[in-house]
RNA sequence: CGGGGCGUGGCGCAGCGGUAGCGCACUUGGUUUGGGACCAAGGGGUCGUGAGUUCAAAUCUCACCGCCCCGACCA
C-alpha cells in the first residue's frame, strides 16, 4: 500500500480524550477514532490489525475442533426471558423494540441464541460433541466506557460455545479451548497469564481469565512468580500472615475507646496490632442483616460473601441498620452477645487468640476475646481479599499483587442453560440427557489494545509482526531524486513479489524526519530505509523498530535482511 | 447514579463583559529535503444547545446536552 493513497491521519499532538498509552496511540496512529462514547470506528490500519487477530483466532479455534458459524445481533427478547437473564442483565443489556413494539435486545453474549439453535438441531449422543463459534459484534451499555478500546460499548468479541454429552467430556473440551487461548495470545505476541475467577452472570463451575499483564489493567490479580499460580484478586486465596497472639490469655475484659472506631485508631490505643482484630462488618443480604467477621489486617471480598450467601444484593448495612443490629453505632460491632444477624467469619481467624472486638456498647472494645470460648461459632469461610504479605496457597511463597486486563475468558457452564432451556440430546440408553456447556470468549478490539499497551516506547506502537497492520515500512526519503525513487520502487515491487505486506511512504511532501517519526509512531516491526545518503555508499538501511542499530545493505540484500529480521520477528510470536 | 473537570476553526489551546485569536494541519506559489523544514499569500469558527441578566455575552446566571477522570458497577 503506498501512504500517498491510504487513509492514515496521523496526529501529532495526544487528543485530549485519551488517558492511557493504547488509546492516546490508537487515536494518533490513525487506527481508530470515536464516534461517541464508548463507540468507535476502525480505520484501515486498525482493521487490519483486527483481522490479524481474528486470522489467528479462527486458526486455532478451527485447530482445537470448533466450527465457525454467525448469529444474529439483534436477538428477540423471548430467549432472554427463558433464562430470566432480561430481568438479570438489568440496564447492561441494550433493549430496542420493533415497529409492532416487540422487544428485542442487541446480543451482549449469546449462550440463549446458541442454545436455542442446538436445542433444534441436536438429536442424537452422536452428533456430540458439538463447538461453534463466531466473531461478531457485541452490545453492553457499560455504565462507563473508558480507555478507548479497553471498555467500550459496542466491540468485536469471538465467542465459542461447547456441548458435550457428558461432565467428563465437556471437562476434556474446556481444556482444549484453554489451550487454544494459550496459543492465541502467545501468536498475538503478548505476555498474559490465565488466572482464576469469579464466574459472574455467566455462571457455571469453574472459570478461568486471560489476562494481559499491564499497569493501567483494570483488573487486579494475584500474582506467584515462584509457582505460576495467578488469580484475579475477586477470587484469589492466600495464606495469610501469621498471628499476633497464637495462645489463648485470659478472661474477656472490657476497654474503654472512647471515640476510637476504626481498627487503625483502636489499634494504637491499645498498642495491639490488626491482626489481632476481630472487624465486625454489617452487611445487608437480600433484605436480611450479616454480620461478617475478618481479622483487622484483611478486608472483606464482597464477590467471595455475595457467593457464599447465594445472595443476589448484597451492600454495607448503612448506619441506621447497623445500630439496629448492634445496639451501638458503627464501629462497635463484636461477635460476642451479637444476635439478630446471621454472623459469618473469614477462615483466616481460626487459630488465633486474644482478639479484640466491638463490644456492642458506644466507645468500648473488647480484649482477650476466644473463638468458640466467648461465642459460638460463627459459619467459617474465605471471605477475605488476599492481603500484601499472603502466602502463595500452591507453594507458600509470597504473592505479588499485579494488574491485568482481561482479553479473554472460559467457561465451564455445566447444565446452567442446557436445563433452562432444555437444550437435550437422546443418548444410547434411549433416554433425554441435558448437555454439558461450556463458553468461551475473546475480545477482539480488546486485544489489539492490550497488544499496543505492553508494546509501546515514547514515539510510539511496537507492534508484534503477528498481529501489525503491515510487517515492512518502506520509506522512500528522497523524493525528489529520481534515481532514490527508482530504488525505492524497486523495493516496493520486490517486497511484495517475496510475500510480504508493505506499506511504502512515498509521499512527495513529507520529509525523510516527517517519515521517521511517523514510522515510529505506527510502529511496524521492520522498516526499510531508500535515501540519498544510503544510496551513495550503495546500501539500502533495514531496521527492526524495537532495536536501536540499523542494517545497512547492498540493494541486491534487502531482501535477505529482511527475511532473517522478520523471523526473529515471528520467534517473539511463537505459540 | 455520586464526586471532579472540560466543551472556542480538523487537532492542541489562549481569550473570561466592548471588533473572535495563537500554534499545528489545510490550499496556492516559491525555496527546501536523513529525525515532525522555511518564506509569502489564502480558506475555514451561529465560541455545545436553549433561556435569562445587560446598552453590549465566548465571557455573568440557570437549565439541558455531550465528553473525560475517580467511585459504584462490569460475561
Known sequence: MRVSKALIPTVKETPGEAEIPSHKLMLRAGLMRKVASGIYEYLPLGQRSLLKVMGIIR?????????????????????????GRWQKYGKELMRVKDRHERDYALGPTHEEVITDLVRRELKSYKQLPLNLYQIA???????????????????????GYSFDADDEACDKTYWIMFGAYQRIFKRCGLN??????????????FTHEFMVLAETGEAAIALCEACGYAANLEKATGVPAPHAAPAAGGATQKAYTPGKHTVEHVSELLKLPAQQFIKTLIFVADGKPVAVLVRGDHDVNEVKLKNFLE?????????????????????????????GARVVADKALQGGHQYVAGALEKDYHLTNVELGRDFKDPEWADLRSV??????????????AGRGIEVGQTF?????????MKCVYLGEDGKDHETVMGCYGIGVTRTVGAAIEQHN?????????????????LLLLNPSDPEVAKAADQCYEDLKKAGYEVLYDDRAEATAGFKFKDADLLGLPLSVRVGAKGLKEGVIEVKRRRLKDVAKVPAAQVLDKVK????????????
Do not use: N
Open 457 to 473: 516506547d515514547a514515539d510510539g506502537i511496537l507492534w508484534p509482526i503477528s498481529v501489525a497492520p503491515y510487517e515492512v515500512h
Open 311 to 339: 445472595a443476589q444484593e448484597l451492600a454495607l448495612a448503612p448506619a441506621e441498620k447497623v445500630m439496629e443490629v448492634t445496639k451501638a453505632p458503627v464501629g462497635f460491632a463484636g461477635p460476642v452477645g451479637l444476635s
Open 192 to 205: 498474559f497469564a490465565p488466572v482464576e475467577a469469579d464466574s459472574g452472570l455467566i455462571g457455571g463451575s
Open 412 to 420: 465451564k457452564l455445566g447444565l446452567k442453560y442446557s436445563k433452562a
Open 564 to 575: 532473517e529480521f522478520a523471523a526473529e520477528e515471528w520467534k517473539l510470536c511463537a505459540p
Open 59 to 83: 486458526e486455532e479455534m478451527d485447530r482445537g475442533g470448533a466450527q465457525e458459524v454467525l448469529m444474529p445481533i439483534l436477538t428477540p427478547a423471548e430467549l432472554w426471558q427463558e433464562t
Open 387 to 400: 492481603a500484601t504479605g499472603d502466602g502463595c496457597p500452591k507453594c507458600g511463597k509470597p504473592l505479588k
Open 137 to 159: 459484534t457485541k452490545f453492553r451499555d457499560e455504565v462507563r466506557p473508558r480507555f478507548g478500546v479497553m471498555r467500550s460499548r459496542e466491540f468485536l468479541m469471538k465467542d
